[in-house]
């Protein structure tokens, strides 16, 4: 079933290029809208990623989303999957994918151009901050780039971060990294907004009901719908302050 929803779905699918690979890219909402570039779990592109991709493109005036392929094709079901496909990913290439994606919206009608991520898609999207020129913005959920990929003292975009008071992914979305993060970003005088969520885990956005059911398989009990739309308030604030204006 999931392959033939996918099939109708209101993406468009597109090839981007870069260096001498090219990759998969879905696309949704308004051709003259600013970009924002959503970046996928370890899980892949799967429904959770497309999930918030639409909603992003209806968000306010309306944006045009696009998520890279970043694991060509491959999807994981299952933790140890997903797992797999993280630890063989190539973290640089994963950057250059995500630059290639912004340089594409921005010569597809997208004057301004955001990233935003997820779990791994957080950390490389505040990594993208730091190593692809061209974007205006960031909005990080649960995850950091590790030192040896990027120091996020020297971003060149303001950074919005958001993590789960209960996260337990230690040196990757715990509280004490998302601290020792905003302690950076302050010093380095980046624009910064750094947000812990009470009560909330990891991966705490995923509010579909598939990826609360997955949430619930991996031990991740918490819900908290409020905490869920405050996260989206402040992403909308965020995107819309620096790629409308």
Same mark, same amino acid.
């Given at each position: 079933m999931a392959s033939s929803a996918a099939d109708s779905s209101p993406f468009k699918k597109v090839q981007i290029q870069r260096d001498d690979t090219t990759f998969d890219a879905y696309v949704i909402g308004k051709d003259d809208a600013p970009g924002i570039v959503v970046v996928q779990e370890w899980w892949g592109v799967d429904f959770e990623i497309k999930n918030n991709a639409q909603k992003i493109s209806q968000f306010d005036g309306g944006y045009k989303a696009l998520i890279p392929d970043l694991y060509r094709g491959k999807v994981g079901l299952e933790v140890a999957e997903a797992q797999h496909l993280m630890d &063989?990913?190539?973290? +640089?290439? !994963?950057?250059?994918?995500?630059? #290639?994606?912004?340089?594409?919206?921005?010569?597809?009608?997208?004057?301004?151009?955001?990233?935003?991520?997820?779990?791994?898609? &957080?950390a490389l999207s505040i990594a993208?901050?730091?190593? #692809?020129?061209?974007?205006?913005?960031?909005? !990080?959920?649960? &995850?950091? *780039?590790? *030192?040896?990929? !990027?120091?996020?003292? +020297? !971003? @060149?975009?303001?950074? +919005?971060?958001?993590?789960?008071?209960?996260?337990?992914?230690?040196?990757?979305? $715990?509280?004490?990294? #998302?601290? #020792?993060?905003?302690q950076k970003l302050?010093?380095?005088?980046? *624009?910064?907004?750094?947000y812990i969520y009470p &009560?909330?885990?990891?991966?705490?956005?995923?509010?579909? *009901?598939?990826?609360?059911?997955?949430?619930?398989?991996?031990?991740?009990? $918490? @819900?908290d719908d409020a905490g869920v739309e405050l996260a989206w308030s402040r992403f909308r604030s965020w995107m819309k302050k620096y790629l409308t204006s």
């Open positions: &063989g990913l190539d973290w +640089q290439g !994963a950057v250059k994918d995500i630059e #290639a994606s912004v340089n594409w919206l921005k010569a597809n009608g997208s004057k301004k151009v955001g990233v935003t991520g997820y779990c791994m898609g &957080g993208s901050s730091v190593l #692809a020129p061209g974007v205006d913005a960031v909005v !990080a959920f649960y &995850g950091v *780039p590790s *030192p040896g990929l !990027a120091d996020p003292a +020297q !971003a @060149k975009a303001p950074v +919005q971060a958001h993590f789960g008071e209960l996260d337990g992914f230690v040196g990757f979305s $715990d509280p004490e990294t #998302a601290k #020792a993060l905003e302050k010093a380095a005088g980046v *624009p910064h907004e750094v &009560g909330l885990s990891h991966a705490f956005m995923n509010s579909s *009901p598939e990826g609360e059911e997955r949430r619930k398989k991996m031990g991740l009990n $918490d @819900k």
